[in-house]
């Protein structure tokens, strides 16, 4: 019976511990909700066998959801959104390249098209001194108006797509990174076969379902609730089997 109980608890303590993780990813779905751009993220649990006896769940892997978001119209010419499969490219710190469908970008003070995290984005062209209204058509031509008022055109932007887009993996601000699972890294221009297009003066909305997210939480909850018990029980009867067998 000693057996029989400490292998129920160590099953709790593995149902905790999906829960918890399994909670992380529905909570950063929910305060991500109104990031542009922003993927789902869905935890992806296995379940784990000794022969026929089941020893709890383990994370398997995190996966992204990358349906496409609502657009939705801005008044700012450097909101450039993408529709379909596509990623823009941008350099991290490190040197290294990161993936994002925010398309929100600023200038900065060197005249370089960076996200809202200050990454700058990868691209043919220069926007000099002078220049405004920059904007993007949707096959990635990026325009500025030049100091005699003429549209002009400074440089064009492709996009990168994977494989297994779902299989990037989550690095903050935003920001993708290509992993084995998600395949190499694949660039191409807007409106090319497989790419998308992009859009000006648009943004695309995170792309969490509020209801069905809250709902999930509402049921992770509840289920941590009942493996906390289970735990407990278990280890008051432990307790006791124990003692009994002192005395």
């Not at 999906?18 to 779905?29: C, E, P, R, V, Y």
């Not at 098209?113 to 209204?133: F, H, K």
């Not at 939480?217 to 509840?222: A, C, D």
Request: charged content about 15%.
């Amino acid at each position: 019976m000693a057996s029989s109980l400490f292998h129920t608890l160590n099953i709790s303590r593995q149902d905790i511990l999906t829960h918890m993780l399994d909670l992380d990813a529905t909570s950063g779905n929910l305060a991500n909700v109104n990031t542009a751009g922003y993927k789902a993220a869905r935890s992806n649990f296995q379940e784990m066998l000794d022969g026929q006896v089941k020893q709890g769940s383990l994370l398997q892997a995190s996966q992204l959801l990358t349906t496409q978001g609502t657009l939705r119209n801005s008044e700012n010419s450097l909101d450039w959104a993408i529709q379909g499969e596509g990623f823009f490219s941008v350099t991290l710190p490190d040197g290294t390249l990161g993936y994002t469908r925010d398309g929100q970008f600023t200038l900065d003070a060197e005249r370089n098209l960076v996200t809202a995290s200050g990454y700058p984005l990868v691209w043919d062209g220069a926007i000099e001194e002078g220049m405004t209204n920059v904007s993007v058509t949707a096959g990635g031509v990026v325009t500025a108006t030049d100091a005699d008022g003429a549209t002009v055109e400074v440089g064009n932007i492709q996009l990168t797509r994977f494989p297994n887009p779902s299989g990037l993996a989550i690095n903050g601000d935003n920001i993708l990174l290509e992993t084995d699972s998600s395949g190499a890294a694949e660039a191409g221009d807007p409106g090319a076969e497989n790419f998308g297009t992009l859009g000006a003066y648009r943004v695309e909305n995170s792309n969490v379902d509020l209801a069905q997210e809250l709902t999930r939480l509402i049921t992770l909850q509840r289920a941590l609730s009942m493996s906390l018990k289970a735990f407990q029980q278990t280890d008051t009867m432990i307790t006791q089997a124990i003692n009994l067998r002192k005395a």
